[in-house]
């Protein structure tokens, strides 16, 4: 019966983790969702902020030149600005978007994009109307929970009470 008890006073432990996975899986969602809410907008190369979160467009030389540094068939490389210089646009590289709509992770390497191998040049920014959406839709989310649910739901284990087993 030893083993009876130690689980019966391991299962209060595993229950009170439970709401804070739930939180933490709610709050993962919500980042993911999140990233979702941006747009991206045409930029001039003299209009470039360091850090800035970019995605150059390939011109098919230069998809073709860079190869061997992005693989092959690149199209669309995303990535955070660094500076320019007198190679090109030196860039972190988050992504690598192919011509077939592949697309390969990065960890931040850097790569110099010429100039004359850019088709476009945009850089990302927060679309307001979908941060209000993901909002709208994350306050009806927990409008219906709280209406399925209700303030009367605890959350408790439940279960009779009363003492355990008596001795043996």
Known sequence: MEGADS?????????RGTPMRARSMAGLAAGLL???CYNYAPLRRSG???AS??????TESGSEELASYLGPN???VRGRYLSTTERGLAISVQSVE????DI???AGETVVVPGEFVRALEQRQ???????LLAGAALAGLFVTYQAFGPASSGGLGGGGGPGPGPR
């Open 126 to 132: 927060v679309s307001r109307s979908k941060m209000v």
């Open 34 to 36: 999140g990233l979702g």
């Open 104 to 106: 390969l992770r990065w």
């Open 74 to 76: 690149a199209y669309v």
């Open 48 to 50: 470039v902020a360091p």
């Open 53 to 58: 979160y970019l995605a150059v467009t390939l």
């Open 98 to 101: 192919s011509r077939r709509g």
């Open 7 to 15: 689980l019966s006073e391991s299962a209060p432990f595993a229950s």
